[in-house]
């Protein structure tokens, strides 16, 4: 029995030895490029939330939020001039409470202004 599973061992990782020579850098750059897309994805996801919460705070002074945690975000509307975006998030007010809130933000694929972004709304879905 041992020296089947030496065998199997051997062979898997020969064939995994195989396939790995067998790619050229020219073909594993799409991979490279596909883990770009996610950092600038997730880096970008952030920094909607934090604007969103920024936003919310400057122009509610009483309930001052903090990002906990980011649950989705998707493309709503997509066009030749702009992207918005829908955001579901965890976050903390200055009272420790934890809830679920919605924000759609606006982004012009031309600045206008000095802003990037534009928030259209922002409520609570769910209090905790």
């Known amino acids: 029995m041992m020296m089947r ?4 061992i051997i062979v898997l990782f020969l ?4 396939l ?4 050229s850098l020219r073909e594993s750059a799409p991979s490279l490029r596909l883990l770009a ?5 997730s880096s970008k996801t952030e920094n909607l939330a934090k604007f969103a919460i920024a936003e919310h705070n400057k122009r509610s002074k009483h ?13 709503v509307f997509h066009t030749k001039n702009s992207v918005t975006y829908s955001l579901e998030f965890l976050a903390k007010d200055r009272d420790g409470k934890t809830n679920k809130y919605f924000a759609r933000v606006y982004q012009p694929t ?8 534009e928030l259209q ?3 609570v879905v769910h209090h905790r």
Request: aromatic fraction near 22%; glycine fraction near 0%.
């Open 5 to 8: 599973t030496n065998c199997v």
């Open 15 to 18: 064939f995994f030895a195989h």
């Open 20 to 23: 790995y020579s067998s790619f």
């Open 37 to 41: 897309e996610i950092y600038n994805y």
């Open 63 to 75: 309930n001052l939020l903090r990002l906990i945690q980011i649950l989705s975000v998707a493309k």
């Open 110 to 117: 031309y600045i206008p202004s000095n802003s990037l972004y």
């Open 121 to 123: 709304k922002f409520e």
